[in-house]
């Protein structure tokens, strides 16, 4: 079995910062993959932030500048450090892991996700 669990959420005023944190695991030998996506109400999930272990990255037009995306791969463990907040970041934030576990060559986990308002 594989958890992922995120946690960081929360309200903000706008221009503020918040910073997220998701670890995965479980029978975990290897991850690959890991990735920060959000959905609003009535909105689709969009991709966020995404960083290979090899430290490729990924970020949407709508958040560079503003988030980073960084990871601990010895501890399973992806952050995003959200600054310069609007309240078009309000979503619940999802985050998602690549993995390959003794149970099954290569998933895709998602945590449960972190609500995140920003207010005007």
């Known amino acids: 079995q594989v958890q992922v669990v995120e946690s960081g959420g929360g309200l903000v005023q706008a221009g503020g910062s918040l910073r997220l944190s998701c670890t995965a695991s479980?029978?975990?030998?290897?991850?690959?993959?890991m990735g920060w996506y959000r959905q609003a109400p009535g909105e689709q999930r969009e991709l966020v932030a995404h960083?290979?272990?090899?430290?490729?990255?990924t970020y949407a037009d709508s958040v560079k500048g503003r988030f980073t995306i960084s990871r601990d791969n010895a501890k399973n463990t992806v952050y995003l450090q959200m600054n310069s907040l609007k309240p078009e970041d309000t979503a619940v934030y999802y985050c998602?892991?690549?993995?390959?576990?003794?149970?099954?060559?290569?998933?895709?986990?998602w945590g449960q996700g972190t609500q995140v308002t920003v207010s005007p």
């Open positions: 998602n892991a690549d993995v390959r576990s003794s149970i099954v060559p290569m998933k895709t986990y």
């Open positions: 960083i290979i272990s090899g430290g490729s990255i």
């Open positions: 479980g029978r975990i030998l290897s991850v690959n993959a």
